[in-house]
C-alpha cells in the first residue's frame, strides 16, 4: 500500500503565500490533498516557531504570539495534522537597529521526522514544501529507504539547487494550485 507523509517548512510557505501570492489565505486540508497526489496520507507535518517575545513583551509581540499560537492550535485540531514548533532565537540587530531572530531546531525537526518514517517503513513517498539545503541528509537517507521524495516548491523562492536535485520529482507551486486550495 502506497502511503505520503507531506513535510511542511511552515516559514517557507509564509513567505511563498505572502510574496509570491499576495498573501492568500489557504486551506490546510486541500493543502495536504492536494500534495497528497491521491496516495493515503499517513500525516501532516507542520514546521514552525512562535514569535519572538521580549521580557516582558510589548503588546505586539502578545498579539502577534497570541495570533501564531491560535493558528497552530487550529492546525492541530485537523484530522492527521502535527505540529512541531522550534525556537525563535534572538541574534542582535543589524547594521539598520531592526532585531535579527533565527529558527533554531525546525530543519532538524522534519529532517528526523521524515528518516524514522522512512525507516520505519512508515511512508512510501514524501511530499516536501522546503527549500533549504540543510534538508539534504533526510532526503538522502529517506530515499535510501525507498522512499519517493517529491519536494513542492516556490518560484521566488526556489529551493536550494542541491535540495532539488536530489528530489526524486518537482513541482513549483503555481496560482492555479494555490487557486484551489484558498479558503
Not at 502506497?2 to 511563498?16: C, E, K, N, P, T
Amino acid at each position: 500500500m502506497s502511503r505520503v507523509a507531506i513535510f511542511v517548512d511552515g516559514a517557507y510557505l509564509d513567505f511563498m503565500l505572502r510574496d509570491e501570492f499576495i498573501g492568500a489565505r489557504i486551506d490546510y486540508s486541500l493543502l495536504s490533498r492536494s500534495l497528497s497526489c491521491n496516495l493515503d496520507i499517513l500525516r501532516t507535518y507542520y514546521y514552525h516557531c512562535l514569535p519572538y517575545q521580549g521580557s516582558p513583551p510589548t503588546l505586539e509581540e502578545s498579539e502577534r504570539f497570541a495570533k501564531a499560537e491560535s493558528f497552530f492550535n487550529s492546525l492541530r485540531r485537523l484530522p492527521r495534522y502535527e505540529v512541531r514548533l522550534g525556537k525563535i532565537a534572538f541574534r542582535g540587530t543589524s547594521l539598520e537597529g531592526k532585531p535579527l531572530f533565527v529558527q533554531k531546531r525546525v530543519d532538524i525537526l522534519l529532517g528526523v521526522d521524515l528518516v524514522l518514517l522512512s525507516a520505519k517503513h512508515m511512508i512510501t513517498h514524501a511530499a516536501l514544501i522546503a527549500g533549504d539545503s540543510d534538508f539534504l541528509p533526510a532526503v538522502e537517507a529517506a530515499k535510501n529507504e525507498g522512499v519517493v521524495v517529491h519536494l513542492h516548491h516556490g518560484t521566488k523562492y526556489p529551493p536550494h539547487r542541491d535540495l532539488w536535485d536530489t528530489a526524486d520529482e518537482r513541482t513549483p507551486i503555481t496560482q492555479e494550485v494555490i487557486n484551489s486550495i484558498l479558503r
